[in-house]
């Protein structure tokens, strides 16, 4: 997780300049092809591993990146570490409520997420659209 977070964090000025458009980030220098590609392989084993390791929580992937790039807009250089620290934040807070809601019981921390992640997920999908449905 380390290295891959490193790796990513060193991507944050190319990715900056390709928010401006990928045509924009060309004619600056970024090799767009290679950063996306380099983004996307780092991005998916990570993903693996975090999976492997951790189990199906997926729900804060959709959750804490929306929520932070609401609040640091698209700069990569802020953006990756505070979705890294707010996604800590989160899973404590749901793991925590995972363990109080049903005292003695625990719920597994997985429906916590879901059941925050699912209706905020509904409410990204109903504001923003999707890409894949033509209106």
Do not use: C, Y
């Amino acid at each position: 997780m380390l290295i891959s977070s490193i790796i990513l964090f060193s991507f944050s000025r190319d990715l900056n300049i390709i928010t401006t458009g990928e045509e924009n980030a060309a004619q600056m220098g970024v090799e767009v092809g290679k950063v996306k590609v380099a983004g996307l392989v780092i991005v998916s084993l990570t993903m693996g591993l975090v999976v492997a390791f951790s189990g199906l929580i997926g729900f804060v992937g959709l959750i804490v990146p929306h929520l932070t790039r609401m609040a640091f807009r698209s700069d990569h250089r802020l953006l990756i570490p505070a979705a890294a620290i707010g996604g800590a934040i989160f899973l404590i807070m749901a793991d925590t409520i995972a363990r109080t809601v049903v005292s003695p019981n625990e719920l597994p921390v997985g429906v916590i997420t879901a059941f925050l992640g699912a209706p905020f997920f509904i409410l990204l999908l109903r504001k923003r659209g999707s890409h894949w449905i033509r209106s």
